[in-house]
């Protein structure tokens, strides 16, 4: 399995500071939050990004979800707003190959996002 920086985190080989972690997902806060609340949270499995998602990956991406909604309701953000975001490919900006989503929230947001 390749060794990401998001593999080392989940491994607790290298320090980040982790508000989630079960057996499928961990969640920690971004290293250069872009609000208030920025936290990835990402499947604990080598998964480069959303377009290697198979329909058996199913349950995992509803765990995803679940766990971002729950730490939203944690951070206090859940009934201000908060944004979710997954970005693919260069034109995206995904500068780390492992699947995360962004929990973002805390402040206003532009649409479109720039
Ligand atoms: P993306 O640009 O969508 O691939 O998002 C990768 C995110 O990971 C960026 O927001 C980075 O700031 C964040 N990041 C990179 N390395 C670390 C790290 N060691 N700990 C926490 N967040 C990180």
């Known amino acids: ?13 290298i320090p980040a500071d982790i508000v989630f972690q ?12 872009q609000a ?3 936290i990835v949270v990402v ?3 080598h998964i480069p990004d959303v377009s290697d998602l198979t329909p058996a990956d199913a349950p995992l991406l509803g765990r995803l979800f679940a766990v971002a909604n729950e ?16 970005n693919h490919g260069r ?3 995904q500068s780390v190959a492992h699947l995360h989503l962004h929990l973002l ?6 649409w479109p996002p720039g």
């Open 43 to 45: 499947p604990n499995r």
């Open 1 to 13: 399995m390749e060794e990401d920086i998001f593999c080392q985190i989940v491994a607790r080989k």
């Open 105 to 110: 929230g805390g402040r206003a947001m532009a």
């Open 91 to 93: 034109d995206a900006g």
């Open 36 to 38: 208030p609340v920025h």
């Open 71 to 86: 730490l939203a309701r944690r951070e206090g953000i859940a009934s201000s707003g908060y944004r979710l975001v997954i």
């Open 22 to 33: 079960d057996d499928q997902v961990t969640a920690f806060r971004d290293i250069n939050p």
